[in-house]
Nanobody, 124 residues
Framework: QVQLVESGGGLVQAGGSLRLSCAASGRTFSSCVMGWFRQAPGKEREFVAAVSRSGISTVYADSVKGRFTISRDNAKNTVYLQMNSLKPEDTAVYYC?????????????????WGQGTQVTVSS
């Protein structure tokens, strides 16, 4: 099993930027598809972005496309989420997740390891 620890959340004004990091240990990081999800109060956890094992392929939710960038550094066992042009509706707890799958996956239930989450709050 892989253990995941997120960091980088915080309070930012609308239009600002944050960079989330997720450090992995345990299972070989490079064998995992990595994803970011978020959950706002009273809402279901939703997909944000995912990156393939090599880092070449990425996929984004329509709501963040063009503003967020997911990347990974397999040498550092870390995945990142660069968030620009933040909006109040981006406010949520952001979770990092890992899946031992080929290709790239977006379904929440395809991921079998989760971090504890990091709070992102965007003020208007």
């Amino acid at each position: 099993q892989v253990q995941l620890v997120e960091s980088g959340g915080g309070l930012v004004q609308a239009g600002g930027s944050l960079r989330l990091s997720c450090a992995a240990s345990g299972r070989t990081f490079s064998s995992c598809v990595m994803g970011w999800f978020r959950q706002a109060p009273g809402k279901e956890r939703e997909f944000v972005a995912a990156v393939s094992r090599s880092g070449i392929s990425t996929v984004y939710a329509d709501s963040v496309k063009g503003r967020f960038t997911i990347s990974r550094d397999n040498a550092k066992n870390t995945v990142y989420l660069q968030m620009n042009s933040l909006k109040p509706e981006d406010t949520a707890v952001y979770y990092c997740a890992a899946a031992v799958k080929p290709g790239i996956v977006v379904g929440r239930y395809e991921y079998d390891a989760w971090g504890q989450g990091t709070q992102v709050t965007v003020s208007s």
